[in-house]
Structures are given as C-alpha cells and as structure tokens.
C-alpha cells in the first residue's frame, strides 16, 4: 500500500478508479484510490484486483505506476521549436504545421519519405489504427514499430514452425503441471514477477527447473540446473542438449512422426556434431548438457519458456527455432502441461504486433505483399487494394534510412528510439539529420527533446482500449478519468491528422470501441483472429482468448491439441547451425557486454525514472561484474568505470556479482545519455527477422579515476 500524503478530515470521497498496469505483458488488474484533502492534496492507495493472469498480485512497478501518471512531469500541450526553442503552441497551430511540413515532404521527396515508428504499449486500437494511418492517410510504405527490438525472432520462429506465433501455446495454468521445465534467456523473477509463484507450484509438484542465462539472475537461484551459456552461444548449447536427448534415445518417435516433419535433417546434422566441441563453444560442461536433456526428455510433461536472453541475438530466429526443436523431438506440446512460451514483453507486445505496425503486416496477422490479404484489408478498409503501399523495412533500417536522408519526416508514438535502438549514437545523428520529427508520448523522452513538435498523449488512466496480454487473452482497460491538460487519445490524433491530409472518410470514430469494432472485421479470417470478441464479451469475461473467431466461440486456452497451424497440421523442424556472436572479444575488447533488466525500471525509464518510489530504488545504472574480474581490471565495488565498444563510451557505477560469467559484463538498458547501453551495442541484425543483437558485444572495462 502506498501512501503519498496523509488524509486530513474534511477531504472529498474516495475516487475509485480500476485499471491495469502499464508496465509488462501480465497487464495486472489494480485498483488505484484517491483521496484528496481540504487543501486539495491527494493521498493515494493501489490494490491489486482479482485477475487470472496475476491471480491478484501486483509488482512493485504496478504498485507505483500511478506516481508518473499522475503527479510526473506530463507534458500537457502541444509544443514546437520555433528559433530552436520549444514553445507550448496550440493544438490547432500544431496541426496547421503538420498540414505545411507533411505538403512540402509529400511534394518534394514523396510519400515514402514520411516514416511512423510505433510502440507494443500502445493499445490494440492505437496500433491498428497506426496501421491504417501509415498505409491509408499518409499513404506511405514505412511503417515499423519498437516489437521489432522485442519479439520478432520469436514470432517469426513460432510462425514458421508451428504457423502461427501466440506468445504462449498455453493457458498459465498449465505451468504446475509441467515436470521439466526450460527457462532460457527469461528473467521472469523481475521481468514478470507475479508470474513467478506458477513456476514456484511447478517446483513444488515435483518439476525440475533449469535455467539459461549467463548470469545468476533472481531466476536462476531457482533452478536446480543453472546453464551459464556464453553469450549468444544458445544454439549450439540447444544443439548439444538435442544430442544428448537423441544419445539417450529420449525421442518421442510416435509423436515425430505423426505430427511433425523436417526430423531426419536435424538427426544428421546432430550426428556430425561433437559434445565436446559444444561444451568448449558455449562455456558449459558436456555433464550438464546431457544432464538438461536427460531431464527434459525424461519428463513425463514438460515446458519450455524464452524471452529476450535467447531472442536478441543475431541468429535469435533460428535459436528460437531449436528450442522448438527441442519442444516437438520429445513430443511436449499440445497437452496439458506440455508447451512453449515466447514470454512477451511489453503490456500489448501480443497484440502490438498482430494488427499492422509491423512492415510487412496487415491486421490478423496478414501479410502486406500476399495479395489475397490486401484484397481482403482493403475491402474492409474501403480501397482499392492497389492503392495498399507494399511492404517498408525494419526499426532499425528505418534509422538507416533516416540517416541515408531517404526517411526525411518521423512521425513517432510510444517509443524512446535514441534510447532503444542499437548502436544508438549513429541512430541520434540520424535522428538530428531529420527535417521535421513529431513525437505523440506522455512525457519528454530523449528523443522528445529533438522533437521539431510535441503532441501531448493521454496515459493508460485515461485511455481506454484494449490490451493482449502474454498468454494471448484480450483484456479491456477502461479509462478511469478526464484527460488532463491538453493531452489527447493517440487515435484521436491521428484521425485529426488524416483530416488534414484530406483522408477522414477513412477515420471516422468517435470512440476506442468503434475502431476495435472494425479490427475485429479486419482480423476475421487472419490468423490472430478477434472477430468474436467485443467489448461486451471483455467486461463480462475475464478477457477473450485469440483466436476467437465467432461470439460463440469460448477462445483458445491450448493450441495444437490435435494439429499444428500450417495447412498439412504439422510442425516443422530444422537443422540449426552452430552460430558465433557478430562480434567475438580480443585483445582490445575483452570482455563479453550482455544487456537487460532490472525489477524496478521499465524500458528506457522514461517512466519509472518519473515515480520517486521506483527511481529512489535505483537511482543510476551500473554495470555488473565478476569479482575476479574487476580485480584484474583495478576495479573496486561501487566505482565510477568507463565501458567502451567500438561505438561509444559510457560511464557506469560497478557492481559485483560473483554469479555472473569472469568474461562477460551486466549492463541495464533503462537510463539514456551517458548511461545509455545502447551507445555500446552492435548494429548487425539477424537475417530473417531483423532482431538486433542486443545481448552482445565486445567492451572493455576500465577505471575511471
Ligand atoms: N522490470 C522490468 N520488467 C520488464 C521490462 C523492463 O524493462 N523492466 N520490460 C518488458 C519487456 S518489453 C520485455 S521484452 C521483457 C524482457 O524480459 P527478459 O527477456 O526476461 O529480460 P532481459 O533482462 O532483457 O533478458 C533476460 C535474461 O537474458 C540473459 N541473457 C543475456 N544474454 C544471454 C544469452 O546469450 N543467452 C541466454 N540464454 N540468456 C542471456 C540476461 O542475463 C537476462 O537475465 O520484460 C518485460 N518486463
Ligand atoms: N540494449 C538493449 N536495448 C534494448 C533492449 C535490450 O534488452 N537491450 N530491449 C528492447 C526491447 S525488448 C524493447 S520492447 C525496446 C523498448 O524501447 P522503447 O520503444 O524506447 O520503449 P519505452 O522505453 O517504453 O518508450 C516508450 C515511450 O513511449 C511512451 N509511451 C508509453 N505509453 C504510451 C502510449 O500509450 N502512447 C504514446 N504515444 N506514448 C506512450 C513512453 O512515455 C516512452 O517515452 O527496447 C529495446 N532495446
Ligand atoms: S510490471 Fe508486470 S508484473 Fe508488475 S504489476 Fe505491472 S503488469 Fe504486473
Ligand atoms: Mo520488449
């Protein structure tokens, strides 16, 4: 319980406000109360609420999301630069800029030259209608969104192996059934903290958990086989546990056979690999390899769980791609207890990437250069499919083409790229080369700061909508109060803008429930199917489970009970190559950087550093190291050192850990400037999903005094 302010007599009555956390893809349902005294100050009390996903938990970051919405420096009116200084402007002289500045870019440089960059926290109707704004008000091609950074190489993982990419396959409540349990590269302990007590029923029905990670994290002091992997070694460290399954002749053949196929490739190439190369390769003992198969293939049921550890990596995909491998060799998907989870991310990083913010992607998981998908979009939208701009390219190729002044107007909602984009001083030059840069968002990010035009956006206690959470279930966030200041619904802005550009036809809604009415067309038929959902079915149920296809239909709880989602129903398998990080350590840059999370900040902090509660807790970043190898360096605890790449350089507080790996280096990717972990990353993506190969690179560590 929090409280901000004592409660004096003569205050107002309690207002009630019931909402769902901002923060990650559990979307906890809370409680917030305001009291307000007769001075006017407001006291305020957070509860968590019954909801099946958190089973009425809440972290610490749900506790105290109310402190940046409700007392954080909001910006709360438009603003421009004008002679280089931003100036609050009024609403209708910021649109009249966008209407003179989105002409003079059409005109001299074309449509395409108008890029969007979305967010996975915006809600399903914001990111939908972001969408449709891209391909149908400014009519261009370049439409990407920060999921990209997030969950692209496991999405496109699951599509391809199983033909469609739900996050989980499961319902939570499968998890205390599972007897085996894998959980690689996933930091639920802080990332997903109230998810944690189904891992801890697991455990005590007698599961066994490894963990793999390269540093002990809260998570890993759970497990009973801690694999500390190299970073960016996991597929060649899942190829030697594939083999030691196969050794131990743990293959649920029955299984192989009638539901996947692609098996007799990944045997062979199997055969041709040696353990203990494999063991030499990904830092970890061939005993503990064979000990990981022996326990997931003997297992009885068994699930296996990824996050970002395995994903953010150059070969994210095909590393995602052999854990599933793993999932379908010994027949562990499609039963209770039994499946896979790509642990979602951000509060709508489902949903986020199923409705067209994607490049390459129309709503229900449509693709944009599948001409039966166009047809059908443009049917439902009103427009000839030629009129559908084709397909555009990445986040971070986006910034490439900003940089190559070929992107020249940036039209951003929901995300902080200067802070999360990868090699992020080239992405802050590209960005400085921009003509004119509009940012929708809640506070002043750093990128805010570059802005040419603010556009001040309402948060999640005033905007309603709807959000998917991990598991895949639809929840609806009602908006709890006014919009304070001058902010706007991010879908209102942007139906005031296709006004502008002469396109309102195309946007006519008057409230959050009639674009999702429209979604729901839009995504009949698609893979991530929600025509049977509405938001009547939201507020009686306890959020809808995608694919729904009709108002009937109870919603998916387990998928590939009897077939897989590609049209012959089986999964496929693949051989997968051992692969190395882009960039390998040396003499000048010895050590391995790997990237992540703590518990109490969320993403680029631009709003937990804004909650006093939180930012007290963990004032600054800091790099995280081995004792023994901060003292070859002439590093003590708590000093000020400098860690550099070929990059760039920051400068961190360090801490010691004597869980994590004597060759690799912990650093949190939260704060911005000069703390700013992205001033160190490796641009180099991954070939088929474009994931950035945040989790590592090659530094080197030094004293700063
Ligand atoms: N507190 C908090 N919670 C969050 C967020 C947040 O910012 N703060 N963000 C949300 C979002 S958007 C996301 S995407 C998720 C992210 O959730 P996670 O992916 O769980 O979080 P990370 O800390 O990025 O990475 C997980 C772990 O991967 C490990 N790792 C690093 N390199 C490797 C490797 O090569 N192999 C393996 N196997 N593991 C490796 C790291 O040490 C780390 O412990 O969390 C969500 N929840
Ligand atoms: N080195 C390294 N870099 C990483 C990662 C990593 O593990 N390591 N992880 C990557 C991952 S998984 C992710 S998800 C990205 C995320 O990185 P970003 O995309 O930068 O995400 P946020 O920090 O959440 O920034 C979101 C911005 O949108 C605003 N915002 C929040 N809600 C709304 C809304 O409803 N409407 C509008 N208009 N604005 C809103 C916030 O105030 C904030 O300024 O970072 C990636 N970058
Ligand atoms: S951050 Fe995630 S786990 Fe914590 S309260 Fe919010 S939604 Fe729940
Ligand atoms: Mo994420």
């Known amino acids: 319980m929090n409280k901000v302010m004592e409660i004096t007599e003569g205050g107002e009555s309690p207002f009630v406000m019931k909402t769902q956390c901002p923060f990650c893809s559990v979307q906890c349902k809370m409680q917030v109360v305001e009291e307000r005294n007769a001075a006017?100050?407001?006291?305020?009390?957070?509860?968590?609420?019954?909801?099946?996903?958190?089973?009425?938990?809440?972290?610490?970051?749900?506790?105290?999301?109310?402190?940046?919405?409700?007392?954080?420096?909001?910006?709360?009116?438009?603003?421009?630069?004008?002679?280089?200084?931003?100036?609050?402007?009024s609403w209708a002289e910021a649109y009249s800029i966008i209407e003179e500045r989105f002409a003079a870019a059409r005109s001299q440089y074309g449509r395409d030259s108008i890029g969007v960059y979305g967010g996975g926290s915006l809600t399903n109707e914001t990111a939908y209608l972001l969408g449709k704004f891209t391909r149908v008000a400014l009519q261009s091609k370049h439409i990407d969104y920060n999921g990209r950074f997030c969950m692209s190489a496991a999405a496109s993982a699951g599509n391809k192996t199983f033909g469609i990419d739900r996050g989980l396959t499961n319902a939570l409540s499968d998890i205390e059934h599972a007897r085996c349990i894998i959980l690689s590269g996933t930091n639920i302990a802080e990332c997903q903290p109230t998810l944690m007590p189904y891992f801890t029923r697991a455990k005590e029905n007698g599961a066994y958990l490894i963990v793999i990670d390269p540093r002990e994290t809260a998570t890993a002091k759970l497990a009973d086989l801690h694999l500390k992997v190299k970073p960016g070694m996991d597929a060649a460290l899942t190829n030697g546990v594939l083999k030691a399954v196969f050794e131990a002749g743990l293959v649920d053949e029955a299984f192989v056979e009638r539901r996947t196929r692609?098996?007799?490739?990944?045997?062979?190439?199997?055969?041709?690999?040696?353990?203990?190369?494999?063991?030499?390769?990904?830092?970890?003992?061939?005993?503990?390899?064979?000990?990981?198969?022996?326990?997931?293939?003997?297992?009885?049921?068994?699930?296996?769980?990824?996050?970002?550890?395995?994903?953010?990596?150059?070969?994210?995909y095909m590393s995602v791609r052999?854990?599933?491998?793993?999932?379908?060799?010994?027949?562990?998907?499609?039963?209770?207890?039994?499946?896979?989870?790509?642990?979602?991310?951000?509060?709508?990083?489902?949903?986020?990437?199923?409705?067209?913010?994607?490049?390459?992607q129309l709503p229900g998981y449509r693709m944009i250069d599948n001409p039966e998908h166009r047809a059908y979009v443009a049917g439902v939208w009103g427009i000839e499919p030629d009129e559908l701009p084709g397909k555009g390219v990445s986040a971070y190729e986006m910034m490439e083409k900003v940089h190559a002044g070929e992107i020249r107007t940036l039209f951003l909602m929901g995300s902080n790229p200067v802070v999360s984009n990868p090699n992020a001083n080239f992405v802050q030059e590209a960005i400085e080369k921009l003509d004119f840069l509009i940012v929708a968002d809640m506070f002043v990010s750093e990128t805010g700061r570059m802005a040419d035009l603010l556009l001040p956006v309402t948060a999640y206690l005033e905007n309603e909508g709807t959000m998917t959470n991990l598991e895949g279930r639809v929840l609806l966030r009602e908006a709890m109060r006014p919009a304070p200041g001058e902010t706007r619904h991010d879908w209102q802005v942007l139906c005031d803008i296709a006004r502008l550009l002469g396109r309102d036809r195309w946007f006519q809604y008057d409230k959050a429930e009639d674009i999702f009415e429209e979604l729901r067309l839009a995504s009949k038929g698609g893979i991530a199917d929600y025509y049977g959902i509405t938001y009547d079915r939201l507020r009686r149920e306890e959020g809808v489970y995608w694919p729904c296809p009709s108002v009937d239909h109870p919603g998916e709880r387990r998928l590939f009970e009897e077939r897989f989602a590609h049209a012959d129903g089986k999964a496929e398998m693949v051989a997968v190559?051992?692969?190395?990080?882009?960039?390998?350590?040396?003499?000048?840059?010895?050590?391995?950087?790997?990237?992540?999370?703590?518990?109490?900040?969320?993403?680029?902090?631009?709003?937990?550093?804004?909650?006093?509660?939180?930012a007290s807790r963990d004032v600054e970043s800091f790099v995280e190291l081995h004792p023994a190898t901060a003292r070859k360096l002439r590093i003590g605890e708590g000093e000020l050192v400098t860690v550099t790449s070929r990059r760039g350089s920051i400068f961190l507080r360090s801490r010691y850990s004597s869980?994590?790996?004597?060759?690799?280096?912990?650093?949190?990717?939260?704060?911005?400037?000069?703390?700013s972990v992205n001033k160190l990353t490796h641009e180099a993506l991954d070939p088929t999903c474009r994931m950035p190969g945040f989790k590592v690179c090659a530094v080197r560590v030094e004293p700063m005094y």
């Not at 027949?331 to 490049?359: D, F, L, P």
């Not at 518990?599 to 631009?606: A, D, K, Q």
């Not at 869980?659 to 703390?675: C, K, L, S």
Request: aromatic share 6%; proline share 3%; net charge negative.
């Open 322 to 360: 052999n854990l599933l491998n793993l999932v379908l060799a010994t027949g562990k998907i499609g039963r209770k207890g039994c499946g896979y989870g790509a642990v979602t991310g951000q509060a709508n990083g489902q949903g986020g990437r199923e409705h067209g913010q994607k490049a390459d």
């Open 577 to 614: 190559e051992n692969h190395f990080p882009k960039e390998m350590t040396d003499g000048e840059y010895p050590l391995y950087l790997t990237t992540g999370r703590v518990l109490t900040h969320y993403l680029t902090g631009v709003q937990t550093r804004r909650s006093p509660s939180l």
């Open 40 to 89: 006017g100050e407001a006291a305020y009390t957070i509860t968590a609420l019954p909801n099946a996903a958190s089973e009425g938990r809440l972290c610490v970051k749900g506790m105290n999301a109310y402190q940046h919405a409700l007392t954080g420096d909001r910006l709360l009116y438009p603003m421009a630069r004008k002679n280089g200084k931003m100036m609050r402007v």
């Open 262 to 316: 692609g098996f007799s490739d990944v045997l062979n190439h199997l055969e041709s690999m040696d353990m203990a190369e494999i063991a030499d390769m990904t830092g970890v003992s061939e005993d503990e390899i064979r000990a990981a198969g022996k326990a997931f293939g003997e297992a009885v049921t068994g699930m296996v769980f990824t996050a970002r550890g395995v994903e953010q990596q150059t070969d994210g």
């Open 659 to 675: 869980a994590i790996r004597q060759d690799t280096v912990f650093v949190p990717m939260h704060w911005g400037d000069t703390q």
